[in-house]
């Protein structure tokens, strides 16, 4: 078992920054790509921002320019900045990865998601 912990979320105006960080732990043999999704109020969840071990990274385009996802493959963390932030970028954030613990497959791993609210 995978276990995802995220933290940084809170309450900032809009223009501020915040910063999320996803730490897993567990037996890991190896993480492959890990990201972050987001699901608003009355909204599907959908993807923020992915990044693979080696660096390549996707972004939703309402958050091109403004949001960066990095990780420490060491510390097996993901992080996202986000800056500019807007009140429509409100919601709980959800920390993802595709991973592999030893002597199995491949599965995908959630977080308990931690709460953005940002406000006008």
């Known amino acids: 078992q995978v276990k995802l912990v995220e933290s940084g979320g809170g309450l900032v105006q809009a223009g501020g920054s915040l910063r999320l960080s996803c730490a897993a732990s567990?037996?890991?043999?190896?993480?492959?790509?890990m990201g972050w999704y987001r699901q608003g109020p009355g909204l599907q969840r959908e993807l923020v921002a992915r990044?693979?071990?080696?660096?390549?990274?996707d972004y939703a385009d309402s958050v091109k320019g403004r949001f960066t996802i990095s990780r420490d493959n060491a510390k097996n963390t993901v992080y996202l900045q986000m800056n500019s932030l807007k009140p429509e970028d409100t919601g709980v954030y959800y920390c993802?990865?595709?991973?592999?613990?030893?002597?199995?497959?491949?599965?995908?791993?959630w977080g308990q998601g931690t709460q953005v609210t940002v406000s006008s």
């Open positions: 567990g037996v890991i043999a190896n993480i492959y790509a």
């Open positions: 993802h990865c595709n991973a592999q613990i030893v002597f199995s497959p491949v599965y995908e791993y």
């Open positions: 990044i693979t071990t080696g660096g390549n990274t």
